[in-house]
């Protein structure tokens, strides 16, 4: 071993992962006098919220509730959510100059750019004088009376671990399993993973009738079992995509249907009953409701493309209904490479929901997505890492 790797540094907190919930834990930690050394394999900070919404930041929003985070333990999330809430990381904005606006259904993204919100959080860490190590490689976790980790930049002592890793969505931004190894190393059990928020596909040979139409966008409701949502649903050339798509993709189990609305504001039923004697083609009628692209593809998959007073009370109906809970089957996802998170992780059940700390070892903590808590489309997860890093920040 060499010198400076036989050298050992102690100090009160480690935390792995510097993306949005570690450094959020960090300077919550070190504002309360803690020492804290904050470690990333990676010399970018925080490449996940650099490229979040487009590279603006949808970094919370305001709708925040526990009805919008996914987990095999639901209750969980409510403790850290009620203790810091959109409006705390809105005034920790203000604090900086930082401005930010509104989009739909509550979400909000920073005028300045994602870059704004990192040099924020860094420049937090800093004043309260956190120590970084970036990049830095973590090799071997060991527990006695502390934790001590085995890292590229020497040996590491700490009364508190936090793991702060993430998941497995966007490797390439460097995305590994390494908090799920860390929580199997101590015997914390782990809930079933799947990427979500994620892009849906289909067969090829079923699907060929609808490739034509990647890039058509329609606002429709998209639903599975007891969730639905309503956004823009997105055609692509291996499936389908778009918020709506996206939101059931969490929620969505494999080999089962999904149901969509393609006229969510229309009784498709009475209009054909009031359009019975038209003389109008399918196609152009439904072009009143749907793009052409889209009306074509209906009326010659589904029905014969002829005037709609040739049609068959019955056919009408029927087709009513197909427009109206059109039922797919997607046979999979576009995977961890598109996901913008992963569903499931280390299983809450085996931690605090005040604090974050594992139950049966005391000192270790787990923050943001490497947990079994996933939100919803639309700054949910942010919202999420900030909850989880400050309650556990509050902690160590």
Not at 181 to 192: C, L, N
Request: charged letters at 20%; hydrophobic letters at 40%.
């Amino acid at each position: 071993m060499s010198k400076s790797q036989s050298t050992v540094a102690k100090g009160d907190v480690i935390i792995i992962g510097a993306g949005a919930a570690g450094m959020m834990c960090a300077l919550t930690a070190a504002q309360r006098g803690r020492s804290v050394v904050l470690l990333d394999h990676s010399s970018k900070l925080a490449e996940k919220i650099r490229i979040s919404g487009g590279g603006r930041c949808n970094f919370t929003n305001l709708n925040t509730k526990p009805e919008n985070f996914l987990s095999y333990n639901p209750h969980f999330c409510r403790s850290a959510l009620t203790r810091y809430t959109p409006q705390h990381f809105i005034a920790m904005l203000a604090k900086h100059g930082i401005t930010y606006h509104e989009k739909t259904l509550g979400q909000l993204f920073c005028d300045d750019g994602s870059e704004a919100v990192i040099a924020m959080l860094k420049k937090e860490c800093d004043d309260a004088g956190v120590k970084w190590m970036r990049p830095c490689e973590v090799g071997e976790i060991r527990r006695s009376t502390k934790f001590t980790v085995m890292t590229s930049r020497g040996l590491l002592e700490a009364d508190s671990l936090v793991i702060a890793t993430g998941g497995l969505s966007i490797p390439k931004i460097g995305a590994t399993p390494f908090g799920y190894k860390v929580a199997e190393q101590f015997g914390i059990p782990m809930t079933k993973l799947k990427p979500g928020l994620v892009p849906l596909t289909f067969h090829p040979e079923e699907w060929a009738a609808y490739a034509d139409l990647a890039g058509a966008s329609l606002d429709a409701v998209v639903s599975f079992g007891k969730q639905c949502f309503r956004e823009n649903l997105l055609f692509t050339h291996r499936g389908l995509s778009g918020p709506a798509i996206l939101q059931i993709s969490s929620y969505w189990e494999a080999g089962q249907p999904l149901c969509i609305d393609m006229l969510p504001d229309l009784d498709m039923r009475e209009v054909f009953i009031e359009q019975a004697k038209s003389k109008l083609l399918l196609s152009n009628f439904l072009a009143q409701h749907l793009s052409k692209k889209l009306a074509d593809i209906v009326a010659t998959q589904w029905g014969e493309n002829k005037p709609i007073n040739q049609y068959s009370p019955k056919v009408l109906a029927a087709l009513a209904d197909r427009l109206k809970n059109w039922q797919v089957t997607p046979t999979g996802t576009m995977g961890y490479n598109k996901a913008e998170v992963t569903c499931g992780g280390v299983d809450t059940k085996a931690l605090s929901s005040k604090t974050m700390e594992a139950n049966a070892v005391p000192g270790l903590y787990f923050v943001g997505e490497v947990m079994d808590v996933t939100g919803q489309l639309g700054g949910y997860n942010f919202q999420w890492a900030w909850a989880s890093g400050y309650a556990a920040g509050c902690a160590v």
